[in-house]
């Protein structure tokens, strides 16, 4: 069985939600996280219900025109929630707004850290911030924590953050021909701290990157290349494990 957990699996971007669905289902993909990336889209994904869907709040670091407060957070909050993110921070695309970032950062950690929720967190050109942050919140051995979804760059930081307890996760790009340095991660990482994911509709993974928008039934070229690369017969099953454990699903 397998769990997509990071699907931006919405009517932002399909019309086809219910049929994407059976798709995954038919190829044995239970589960779908849908991370929100601003307030509005967070409490709106919630309204499309589907027990192959489960939702997560956040809001992303390149969506810095307000700093958040524990209020925004908690007016879209509820029970059904399973994870805070994605949040994080992007210096790629707003590399001037680093202390807004930080600020919304913190609080989205703080908010999960109350609500016992595990933290989904975006982190492109700033991983050494986002660990020196996450240090500040999470040690090795606490009961919750979370994933950098799409993990990249050096590894011995992502080895530190992993050491928090941290889960990492890969998608498309692990696929990509000129993505070495992605699978060299993988190789290097506990096969009991991978996740999986499509990020769709981004990052389409081989041997599908022609298609317009990437969905959750792409998830099976990602773990197969998991497969290839951690020569492990008991990947799938121990992702699958890593999902649930960490989602509490």
């Not at 958040?68 to 029970?79: G, W």
């Not at 680093?98 to 609500?115: L, P, V, Y």
């Not at 990249?152 to 993505?179: H, M, R, V």
Request: charged share 30%.
């Amino acid at each position: 069985m397998i769990i997509d957990t990071h699907s931006h699996t919405n009517k932002d971007y399909y019309d086809d939600i219910d049929s994407i669905l059976d798709e995954c289902k038919n190829l044995g993909i239970v589960k779908l996280i849908v991370p929100g990336t601003t307030l509005i889209d967070s409490k709106n994904n919630k309204k499309f219900k589907h027990p192959m869907l489960s939702y997560a709040i956040g809001v992303h670091p390149t969506e810095t025109q307000k700093i958040l407060n524990r209020k925004d957070l908690e007016d879209i909050y509820s029970n059904d929630v399973i994870a805070i993110g994605e949040c994080g921070l992007d210096y790629y695309y707003k590399p001037n707004e680093e202390d807004i970032q930080n600020k919304n950062f913190r609080t989205q950690i703080e908010f999960a850290k109350e609500k016992n929720l595990p933290l989904i967190v975006h982190t492109r050109e700033a991983l050494k911030d986002t660990l020196d942050i996450l240090k500040d919140y999470y040690k090795k051995g606490d009961s919750i924590s979370g994933v950098i979804h799409s993990a990249d760059g050096d590894i011995k930081i992502l080895e530190e953050i992993e050491n928090l307890g941290f889960y990492l996760s890969f998608n498309g790009i692990s696929t990509f021909k000129n993505a070495n340095h992605i699978r060299e991660i993988i190789k290097e990482t506990n096969p009991e701290k991978i996740l999986i994911e499509t990020d769709s509709p981004f990052l389409t993974p081989e041997p599908k990157r022609k298609e317009k928008l990437n969905k959750s039934t792409n998830i099976i070229y990602v773990l197969e290349n998991i497969k290839n690369i951690k020569n492990n017969p008991n990947i799938e099953d121990i992702i699958y494990k890593n999902s649930l454990d960490l989602f509490r699903l």
